[in-house]
């Protein structure tokens, strides 16, 4: 039988919807303590932090792990 499931965790799941779980969870004010970028801490939104996080390999990267640091708690990944 072969196996078809995805190796990768994040597989299904839009930066989009992490982000505004991760935005839900901590606020903006704690993300931007937690990730140390403009985006989070002037003038925060959704459509600005996705336009920064498409176009900035290192901070999506950031964001992606402090995602899956939280599975149990993530409705996404379950």
Known sequence: MIDNRHKDPLHGITLEMILTYL???????EMSRRIRINCFAKD???KSSLVFLRRTPWAR???E???LNNPKSSPILK
Do not use: A, Q, T
Not at 23 to 29: A, R
């Open 23 to 29: 935005v839900e969870k901590y606020g903006w004010e």
């Open 65 to 67: 792990c402090l995602y």
């Open 44 to 46: 925060p939104s959704i």
């Open 61 to 63: 990267k950031k964001v």
